[in-house]
């Protein structure tokens, strides 16, 4: 924990991952122990924002965090996430209208498992 989920539609090409991942897994070393991040991306081949998917698209991410930090905290880090990532996406972004939002999820550690295999 945490996970790092990016979900976008399939016309925002040219992205960077492993850069972006890197840098948010730094910036968030700040507020969590970060040595089992995990950083995952899903391209959406079919969407529809608005009227017109040649011209819009979306790039979201969620993520996911263990209980325990304060809504003032979560807030604080959604606003770091969303200006680190907003240039890195407005780069690739060729005249659409563009969504980037994200969320933040807490998982409930009754259902939390984990394995570790050597």
Request: glycine fraction near 4%; charge should be positive.
């Amino acid at each position: 924990m945490p996970h790092i989920i990016v979900e976008h539609s399939k016309n925002l090409k040219g992205l960077h991952y492993q850069n972006m991942f890197a840098g948010l897994h730094q910036l968030l070393s700040k507020y969590a122990a970060i040595d089992s991040c995990k950083s995952r991306v899903q391209i959406i081949d079919n969407f529809l924002v608005g009227t017109d998917p040649d011209q819009s698209g979306f790039f979201h991410i969620n993520l996911l965090l263990m209980p325990g930090r304060s809504e003032t905290l979560k807030n604080e880090i959604s606003e770091k996430i969303l200006e680190y990532v907003t240039p890195a996406v407005n780069e690739v972004v060729k005249n659409k209208n563009l969504r980037i939002s994200l969320s933040i999820s807490v998982n409930d550690l009754q259902c939390y498992l984990k394995k570790i295999i050597h």
